[in-house]
């Protein structure tokens, strides 16, 4: 069975470059694609739903939506399907990863506020909490859509576990060759190199990759993560980040003022998200 990988989309310029590095990557992992979008009706949403939707995404029916979004599926080099759901976020996700078993869930984010953004809000956070998926967003600047070849893996001292369905994208990186290196951020002091030390095996231990060998551990010295994850990014020329949301950040406002959330506004490349138990 080949494996598939959802792609939300909602017309906005942000899907558009989501389901180009999508394409991409299905092609180079001869994998299946299903294009997903959640329906609005626009005689039933709210006023404050209309500002953070594409106004194309409205004044359709939902058998013009799933047409059109047929006519793209048509157009691709890969297999793909088209599913449209007027259901909430949370249950439309949660039944394609059930129904697909996909690899990855890959969103476009943008700098507007569209419903592809509450990915990374407080407005999404029922829906990461349920479904728990590896998502891949894809910066709309993203000029190239490079296959992630050289990855980038942000982690500190603390011990971590991912879940089943994130532990499973070892076989992705195994089909990508992926070229991994362990990005450590801290202020500095005395043990700052052993805590750099103890986050790559940390991520050794975790098993995504065949191997991480020692000269492809970066530390980097700044007071704010985020801007040293991103720093990373440039000095490695990193195709692709992969940041660890761990079960704190997912309770409360937690989530958009977390690290995670940062890297994945201000990272230039896509930014891999996995979970942990």
Do not use: C
Not at 80 to 100: C, F, G, K, S
Request: no cysteine.
């Amino acid at each position: 069975m080949s494996p598939s990988l959802v792609v939300l989309m909602d017309f906005s310029p942000g899907a558009e470059v989501a389901l180009r590095y999508a394409t991409s990557l299905a092609e180079q992992l001869s994998a299946k694609l299903v294009l997903l979008h959640l329906y609005h009706d626009p005689l039933l949403v709210s006023e404050t739903a209309l500002v953070t939707v594409p106004v194309e995404a409205y004044y359709q029916s939902q058998q013009e939506v799933t047409e059109h979004l047929q006519q793209l599926a048509k157009a691709l080099p890969v297999p793909a399907e088209v599913a449209v759901a007027a259901n909430t976020i949370p249950e439309v996700v949660a039944d394609a990863v059930q129904r697909y078993h996909p690899w990855l869930l890959i969103a476009g984010r943008e700098h507007a506020n569209n419903i592809l953004d509450r990915l990374v809000s407080n407005l999404a956070l029922p829906s990461l909490r349920a479904v728990h998926f590896p998502l891949l967003l894809v910066p709309e600047q993203l000029a190239e859509t490079q296959i992630p070849v050289r990855v980038l893996v942000a982690a500190d001292r603390h011990a971590f576990e991912l879940n089943e369905a994130s532990a499973n994208t070892k076989a992705l990186f195994a089909a990508l060759r992926a070229e991994p290196a362990v990005v450590h951020v801290s202020g500095g002091g005395p043990l700052a190199a052993a805590h750099a030390q103890t986050a790559l095996a940390h991520v050794r231990r975790a098993g995504l990759f065949e191997q991480v060998s020692d000269n492809r551990l970066y530390e980097v010295r700044d007071e704010d993560p985020a801007e040293g994850i991103v720093q990373a990014i440039a000095d490695l020329q990193a195709d692709a980040v992969v940041m660890l949301a761990r079960p704190h950040s997912f309770f409360g406002g937690l989530f958009h003022r977390s690290i995670t959330a940062q890297v994945m506004r201000h990272s230039p490349v896509p930014v891999l998200v996995l979970h942990t138990r």
